[in-house]
């Protein structure tokens, strides 16, 4: 059974900076495509980054470009998210999501596994 669970999120100060784990299980991390989603109040889901399972190549948004970096270890079975230089506009609850392709476009619809979500709050 594919699960995926995030770690990391929490209250920081515009500025600050967090790293969002997620912890895959039930399958091997590294024949999947894996995904960094958030979704604000009133907002629709958004792809924030994506990494590949081949070659390792990423996207990101570009509101978190050269801010946000995702990597993946895949000995651990975890991918992460490092967000530096957060922003108000940041906040949301981030999900990691998977999908069993070499690549994946970084939109929601298609991949097919979730995690709960963790909560990210940016404010002072």
């Known amino acids: 059974q594919v699960q995926l669970v995030e770690s990391g999120g929490g209250l920081v100060q515009p500025g600050g900076s967090l790293r969002l784990s997620c912890a895959a299980s039930g399958f091997a991390l590294d024949y999947y495509s894996i995904g960094w989603f958030r979704q604000a109040p009133v907002k629709e889901r958004e792809g924030v980054s994506c990494?590949?399972?081949?070659?390792?190549?990423?996207y990101y948004a570009d509101s978190v470009k050269g801010r946000f970096t995702i990597s993946r270890d895949n000995a651990n079975n975890t991918v992460y998210l490092q967000m530096n230089s957060l922003k108000p506009e940041d906040t949301a609850v981030y999900y990691c999501?998977?999908?069993?392709?070499?690549?994946?476009?970084?939109?929601?619809?298609?991949?097919?596994?979730w995690g709960q979500g963790t909560q990210v709050t940016v404010s002072s």
């Open positions: 999501a998977a999908v069993g392709l070499l690549r994946a476009e970084c939109k929601d619809s298609a991949f097919g596994s």
């Open positions: 990494i590949s399972s081949r070659y390792g190549s990423t």
